[in-house]
């Protein structure tokens, strides 16, 4: 099972940038990845996913502002937020699915611990 830690979470104010990282044990080229986050006392929502082909799919919330990217020989999946306002704040987390498996259905098998981010007005 591929271990996942993510880092890059802090405090910025509104409008401001962050670059999440999510460095994993294992290939990340063969399967699905996606950032989820968690606001206190609010579900776990998914940001977004990036299937085996390339292709991605965002929430409605970060569509235009954050982008996602990773470096396949470095096994590392990025998070580029941008424009980011105070409903941003949560834990953001990385998932991985099994090796081989699409971003279809559900998907999640690994999960990291997680990284802050914190958005004050």
């Known amino acids: 099972q591929v271990r996942l830690v993510e880092s890059g979470g802090d405090s910025v104010q509104a409008g401001g940038s962050l670059r999440l990282s999510c460095a994993a044990s294992g290939y990340i080229s063969s399967r699905c990845m996606g950032w989820f986050r968690q606001a206190p006392g609010k579900e776990r929502e998914g940001v977004v996913s990036?299937?085996?082909?390339?292709?991605?799919t965002y929430a409605d919330s970060v569509r235009g502002r954050f982008t996602i990217s990773k470096d396949n020989t470095k096994n590392t999946l990025y998070l580029q937020m941008n424009s980011l306002n105070p409903e941003d704040t949560a834990m953001y987390y990385c998932a991985a699915a099994a090796l081989f498996r699409g971003c279809a259905g559900v998907w999640t098998n690994t999960w990291g611990p997680g990284t802050q981010v914190t958005v004050s007005s």
């Open positions: 990036i299937d085996l082909d390339g292709s991605t």
